[in-house]
């Protein structure tokens, strides 16, 4: 106890030194923690991905579409429960700024599949018989204000022209990870459209969404899937919804690399930092630990003090970091909800915070701890001021 | 006359450790700081130099790049129409119509997958493209199943070298040779005839036109004339606008990516650097009051505690850029969101960033050791000296 | 000959160089105020070696900076050379000091990062000196403590005795009015303490400087014109003559 007390005692003994360190050390830790999370929202379409769903595109690229008429037959295929179509369609709405994502889709089929969008039944039902109606995410309806009847216009990337829709559903996820930003609607609207203008580009399918009755299953009807449809005009390629996303990932891996690296360089500039503040305190210090070594102490005792006044100051700067990290998290998902849709804070990056923490209180403590322990008690005595 | 500017810098090396650990924390800031202006110029660097100043590209009206858009046979006659377009050999304009798709392959190595671009190319495409030259192998043969490979491609996907086959839209294709595009996006790119890809991918349109100006300041009129033609639902842009465009999203994510990150940890290392001085300081109490005793004022005072600061930064400064410029020989290779691309781009040091980085290294110095500085300057002279 | 006042100088009496009238100083710790001089009042003479003692608290460290310029007084004035000080500003003192005033210090007060030379020159780059004049100084001075062939050392190369002998130089270089040293010889051996204090006799004998010192020690006293003690901020025995 009495070391506690001394380390404590010890710590503060020049408060603006010590009100420094711990800010450096809670600002590194909270920025630590955002640049994880924000690695893991990258991550996040991944971790949301269902076992039980497949996605079947052109074997070519995403930018090649499917024709419509495989639906019937990957729903013979056995393991198949239910077969749904997806088109991105990439409109904009009002400005290129307020970007998400946008879906002409199979409604019911598409509802059936994704469960974890919720829908009231009155909504899912006038949604289901209006041509025109679309559905869209709760966070993203309460960015625009949008109510359930309002008129929608997207303007078409990939396919030219204004696109007019009613809102007649707005979905809650199921759990609070679920993308709450995304729009959809029916394909049959837009491929009505197509039939008479551009009648070369109707009847196609941008994805395939596949629900497997098990996911051990899984394996084996992507590999049907892709057999039934070998030589023959569209090619497809299967896989699972996380093989699927997780090929999104890969292809911005270097930048999520290279943010990761950096969240790591940020505690290596703290730790820096916090060495240096303690090499100095215990510089000033010989004089004392001499005399605490003259008066019968042994060097672990007088380790001891200079690591818990190091790791005291790491953990209290640690610990207000994770705390600062709650709030800041909040404000950037409001904020930023546009490129942010889910800014949450997982409990393993708290794990990670804290360990950070005590790593940077016991690497910094190295150095005083070797100079205080092993003094030459007459040297140390020597030396005043 | 102030205190001599030898003093303030002996003093940092006297303290060799914590001069140091106090540097080091400030390089790595600058290291960040550098490194993401870096990254950010070497993309713009690579689309923009991917633009010939002369250059237009015209593709369907609201498609954002060459992968979404769609120009019609119809179309594309009209566009070679125009009488602004250059003549090139042969009498002919200097005029390609060209073919862009993503096809899936897997990266050298890992095996991950990552979207290249295909360009079906006509004849005039070289001609357009001066920046593309042949490095290996030869040109494919009109009519065959054979294509070339940008140099990035060859080195980094499976199937691109020389002699090595891909297999897309049903058929095997071989790669007869290799092209260097300098820095350019087309090192990106796998060029074939551009008849033999349509047929394969069964596309009956084109992506895109490109064409060059007789006379570029003209291009605004060119422009008005062809969007307003009621058979056209094309827009035409500048080729260098255009690939300027499609780093946009990207380079500003990464500036304002980089920039936030890196002021987040300059706090850390201006609080390390304010340690610092702050310590400096009261461990020269006497120093200062005889300083002073001996005549000189406190603005002299301060001024060598604030050079002591600066030279700090710009220790720390330098100690950053030193391996930031070693990022030269590293080259990225990401998905560019726009245009949905594998784009392969290197960081890019120029003397802007140079002076960039070392203005910052110095404004951390600064901020670190201003306030020290000040109590410093404040003291009294007889506290001071009594202090011993 | 006339003094500071205008009256004539009697036969043998020196001008008088430092006057003080009814000089006084308090610090204020908290809400308590505790003063530390008492309306003191002497003068000293041009070429003048003066001792101050008396006991720890007497003031006479404070009475010292005064009289250097380093403090100013609450009332009272003090003239040096028949300039005001005490309505100087503390910029015009910070000037006033590096012409007219060389301090000696009881821990040598050197600067650790500069050289023997450097330090010595100090003062010097106060003044509009131009390199090569400020070199000449310096190396005149270093010669005069003997120690030109230490002239790049760094303090910690240096004994205790020497660097006070540095110090030494660096209080002469500008050629001051005054000198004023506090425990010149309190951190010195016995031997080493009897080497400056037979500097500091020369300066007075051979260069005619005016010295004013505070001590302890007894022994260091015995070379001084003069001493004057302070007790409890007062003066016992303002002219107590001593040749």
Redo the contacts between chains.
């Keep these: 106890m009495f070391y506690l007390k001394l380390s404590l005692r010890n710590a503060f003994r020049h408060p603006l030194r010590a009100v420094l360190t711990i800010t450096g050390v809670a600002v590194a830790i909270l920025a630590f923690g955002l640049l994880r999370t924000l690695v893991g929202l990258w991550y996040l379409g991944v971790e949301t991905s269902s076992s039980t769903r497949l996605i079947t595109r052109s074997s070519i690229s995403l930018v090649f579409t499917l024709p419509v008429s495989y639906r019937e037959r990957i729903r013979h295929i056995p393991g198949v429960t239910e077969v749904s179509t997806m088109n991105w369609f990439g409109g904009i709405y009002v400005s290129e700024k307020n970007f998400f994502p946008n879906f002409a889709v199979e409604p019911k089929t598409f509802l059936a599949l994704y469960p974890e969008f919720i829908i009231e039944d009155a909504e899912k039902k006038s949604f289901l018989k209006d041509r025109r109606g679309a559905v869209a995410g709760y966070k993203l309806a309460a960015k625009h204000g949008w109510k359930i009847g309002d008129r929608i216009i997207l303007k078409g990337t990939i396919f030219p022209g204004e696109w007019d829709f009613v809102l007649r559903g707005i979905y809650r996820g199921a759990q609070r990870s679920t993308d709450e930003s995304q729009f959809f609607f029916h394909w049959d609207y837009l491929n009505e459209s197509l039939r008479r203008t551009v009648p070369r580009r109707a009847d196609q399918v941008g994805l395939y969404v596949i629900g497997v009755d098990s996911p051990e299953k899984a394996p084996e009807v992507a590999q049907a899937i892709d057999a039934t449809f070998r030589n023959s005009l569209a090619e497809t390629m299967s896989e699972t919804e996380k093989a699927f996303q997780l090929s999104f990932v890969a292809m911005t891996e270097a930048i999520m690399i290279a943010i990761k690296i950096v969240s790591y360089v940020v505690i290596v500039i703290i730790m820096v930092v916090a060495a240096n503040t303690m090499a100095m305190t215990a510089r000033e210090r010989i004089a004392e630990y001499a005399t605490m070594k003259a008066l019968g102490f042994k060097w672990s005792h007088v380790a001891i003090t200079v690591f818990g006044e190091s790791l005291f100051i790491a953990l209290l700067g640690g610990a207000i970091g994770v705390l600062l990290t709650f709030p800041t998290a909040n404000l950037l998902e409001k904020e930023l909800s546009q490129f942010f849709p889910v800014f949450r804070i997982s409990p393993v990056t708290i794990y990670f915070q804290i360990a950070a923490a005590t790593l940077v209180g016991v690497v910094s403590s190295v150095f005083p701890v070797y100079r205080a322990s092993t003094i030459n008690i007459s040297e140390g005595l020597r030396r005043i001021g | 006359m102030p205190v001599p500017v030898y003093y303030s810098f002996r003093n940092l090396a006297v303290r060799r450790l914590t001069t140091a650990l106090t540097a080091s924390g400030m390089a790595l800031v600058v290291f960040v700081f550098a490194a993401t202006l870096m990254l950010a110029e070497g993309l713009q660097k690579t689309l923009v130099e991917t633009g010939s100043p002369d250059n237009v590209v015209v593709i369907r009206k609201g498609s954002q790049s060459e992968v979404q858009s769609g120009v019609e046979r119809l179309q594309a006659s009209i566009v070679e129409s125009l009488p602004d377009i250059v003549m090139g050999e042969e009498g002919r304009p200097l005029l390609a119509k060209e073919l862009v798709v993503l096809i899936n392959l897997p990266k050298r190595g890992s095996k991950k997958p990552a979207n290249v671009v295909i360009r079906g190319v006509g004849g005039a495409s070289y001609t357009l493209r001066s920046q593309v030259k042949l490095a290996e192998g030869r040109m494919p043969r009109p009519g065959s199943s054979e294509i070339i490979a940008g140099r990035s491609i060859a080195e980094r996907f499976e199937g691109g070298g020389i002699g090595e086959h891909l297999r897309f839209a049903m058929r095997d294709w071989t790669v007869v040779g290799i092209f260097d595009a300098g820095s350019t996006g087309f090192s990106s790119e796998i060029w074939g005839d551009v008849d033999q890809l349509m047929q394969s991918f069964r596309r009956p349109v084109y992506s895109s036109v490109i064409f060059r100006m007789r006379d570029a300041t003209a291009f605004d009129s060119m422009k008005n004339r062809l969007e307003s033609d009621p058979r056209m639902t094309v827009e035409a842009k500048l080729e260098t606008r255009y690939y300027l465009d499609q780093s946009e999203a990207m380079a500003k994510f990464l500036r304002i990516l980089g920039l936030s990150l890196t002021i987040i940890f300059s706090l850390g290392a201006v609080i390390g650097a304010m340690i610092t001085m702050y310590a400096a300081v009261a461990n020269r109490v006497v120093e200062i009051g005889t300083l002073r005793a001996l005549g000189f004022n406190r603005a002299s005072i301060l001024q060598a505690f604030i050079l002591e600061a600066l030279f700090l930064g710009l220790i720390g400064g330098v100690a950053g850029l030193v391996p930031a410029a070693f990022l030269q020989f590293v080259t990225i290779s990401t998905m560019n969101w726009q245009s949905f691309a594998e784009l392969a781009f290197s960081f890019s040091l120029s003397p802007g960033i140079i002076v960039k980085s070392l203005l910052f290294s110095l404004v951390m110095g600064i901020s670190g050791g201003l306030l020290p500085s000040f109590r410093a300057a404040r003291m009294d002279i007889v506290g001071a000296l009594r202090s011993s | 000959m006339k003094n500071n006042d205008g009256a004539d100088l009697e036969e043998g009496e020196k001008p008088h160089i430092v006057e003080l009238i009814s000089v006084s100083k308090a610090y204020q710790r908290g809400s308590q105020i505790i003063p530390v001089l008492e309306d003191i009042t002497f003068s000293i003479a041009d070429g003048e070696f003066l001792a101050l003692m008396g006991p720890s608290g007497s003031g006479k460290s404070t009475l010292l900076?005064l009289i250097?310029g380093?403090?100013s007084v609450d009332k009272g004035s003090i003239l040096v050379k028949g300039l005001d000080i005490s309505s100087l500003s503390?910029?015009g003192l910070?000037?006033?000091?590096?012409?007219n005033v060389g301090?000696i210090?009881q821990?040598y007060?050197l600067?650790?990062?500069?050289t023997a030379f450097?330090n010595i020159e100090?003062?010097l780059?106060?003044?509009d000196l131009s390199g090569k004049r400020r070199k000449e100084q310096v190396e005149t001075v270093l010669s005069l403590v003997n120690l030109s062939d230490r002239m790049d050392h760094y303090p910690s190369q240096l004994s205790g005795g020497q660097q006070q002998r540095v110090a030494i130089a660096?209080a002469m270089v500008t050629d001051p009015a005054i000198l004023v040293a506090d425990e010149p010889t309190g951190d010195l051996d016995r031997a080493s303490a009897v080497e400056i204090l037979s500097f500091m006799d020369r300066l007075v004998k051979e260069f005619g400087k005016t010295v004013i010192m505070v001590t302890h020690d007894p022994k260091a006293a015995e070379n001084a014109h003069r001493i004057i003690r302070l007790e409890k901020g007062v003066l016992l025995n303002p002219s107590q003559q001593k040749v």
Excluded at chain 3, 111 to 114: A, M, N, R, T
Aim: zero cysteines; charged letters at 20%; glycine letters at 0%.
């Design positions: 900076n250097a380093i403090d503390e910029s910070a000037s006033w000091r590096s012409a301090l210090f821990f007060n600067i650790p990062v500069l450097e100090l003062p780059l106060l003044t660096r």
